[in-house]
């Protein structure tokens, strides 16, 4: 199998425009076969078992996620419209503003002018990065209630 890969892979390396679509295609069997495996199914255990266990969590960040993002696209309308009407004249303009900034992609196109827009922009980029955080976090104990109770019950049965 790992002949075909690098069948597959190979023209692309040196430049060569050769259809080799058939290997391609069973590569991505291949790939498909992960999901068969007892690791990958266990994963998706720990996964799921964390979402059920911490969905209220989770619903409770993703609303401070949003409360965030309306919050700071309203500020942000009321000390940037004036200037940069263009930019940041309407709450919808100001809301792409804030989910760039709170994802901390930060496009560039659309910077604050005043001190207090400034000001606004680094609060909503400083609270944002907690907004990701804390779902993060939350995710990595419902992780690590979802193995403690796999290996209590290994332990158990054992």
Known sequence: MAIIDIIAIIPSFIGVRAELKIL????????????????????IFHFNYALRSKSQE?????FYT???????STFMYLAE?????????????????SITTVSAVGYGDTI???????????????????SIAIPTGILASGFSESIGAKEKDKNKND
């Open 112 to 130: 604050p002018v005043r001190a207090i827009g400034k000001t606004i922009a680094s609060i909503t980029s400083l609270i944002g990065i907690a």
């Open 24 to 43: 391609r295609i069973i590569r991505l069997l291949r790939i498909l076969k992960i999901g068969r495996n007892e690791k990958f199914k266990q994963s």
């Open 81 to 97: 419209s004036s200037i940069q009407p263009e930019l940041l004249g309407s709450i919808p303009r100001c809301l792409w503003w």
């Open 66 to 72: 949003l409360l965030l993002l309306l919050l700071s």
């Open 58 to 62: 989770l619903q409770i960040s993703t």
